[in-house]
């Protein structure tokens, strides 16, 4: 079955950076899209950015722009997203989430990691 | 960017009662071309990733049990739960995908 599995908790420093990995298992990893999501505690959900897994393009939320750099290795089916630069605003759960529809780049998001968390803390 | 406003943003229903929430979307995102509602719906539990209910607006994803329905076009969508379950207590967000980047509703928090 399709599964998403991410890199363990992180805690850094303000100013450091943070990778986070996701892993896809059950489906074909270069035909679907890999978006980014954050959760901020006890906030709402903030898109960040996706990258075809397949070409290897990206697309990074407006507000995310020169921080964040999402990559791909097709040949371990694996996702990561770097955030540099970090405030304590990056405290949040990140999450991989696959787009529910093939090649698409206005995503819905059908199978989810399990979340990240990443504490930014002095 | 388009700005999704779920209403209420708390809602208390019984057991076996109907629970009813509200997305409206700051632009129309129904698709002249294909007559899609770019518009999701997904519920999350605590410590929980979330969870794809419904897309297109309408369609329920494989295994969602059939007492979640979703409605509306262009601007105001609705999800409907016919009978709530104790395993509904959650989270919901509507998304649109109509354009990027996509955006949620701020959250809806459905108790018992």
């Known amino acids: 079955q399709v599964q998403l599995v991410q890199s363990g908790a992180e805690v850094k420093r303000p100013g450091a950076s943070v990778q986070v990995s996701c892993k896809g298992y059950?489906?074909?990893?270069?035909?679907?899209?890999i978006n980014w999501v954050r959760q901020a505690p006890g906030q709402g959900l903030e898109w960040m950015g996706w990258?075809?897994?397949?070409?290897?393009?990206?697309k990074y939320g407006q507000n995310l722009q020169g921080r964040v750099t999402m990559t791909t290795d097709t040949s371990t089916n694996t996702a990561y997203m770097e955030l540099n630069s970090l405030i304590s605003d990056d405290t949040a759960i990140y999450y991989c989430?696959?787009?529910?529809?093939?090649?698409?780049?206005?995503?819905?998001?059908?199978?989810w990691g399990q979340g990240t968390l990443v504490t930014v803390s002095s | 960017d388009i700005v999704m406003t779920q209403s209420p943003d708390s809602l208390a229903v019984s057991l076996g009662e109907r629970a009813t929430i509200n997305c409206k979307s700051s632009?129309?995102?129904?698709?002249?071309?294909?007559?899609?509602?770019?518009l999701a719906w997904y519920q999350q539990k605590p410590g929980q990733p979330p969870k794809l209910l419904i897309y297109?607006?309408?369609t329920r994803e494989s295994g969602v049990p059939d007492r979640f329905s979703g409605s509306g076009s262009g601007t105001d969508f609705t999800l409907t739960i016919s009978s709530l379950q104790a395993e509904d207590v959650a989270f919901y967000y509507c998304?649109?995908?109509?354009?990027?980047?996509?955006?949620f509703g701020q959250g809806t928090k459905l108790e018992i």
């Open positions: 989430a696959r787009d529910g529809r093939p090649d698409s780049e206005y995503p819905y998001f059908d199978f």
């Open positions: 059950g489906y074909t990893f270069t035909s679907y899209t």
């Open positions: 990258i075809n897994t397949k070409k290897g393009n990206t």
């Open positions: 632009q129309n995102v129904l698709w002249d071309s294909n007559k899609k509602n770019y």
């Open positions: 297109w607006a309408s």
């Open positions: 998304q649109q995908y109509y354009s990027l980047p996509p955006t």
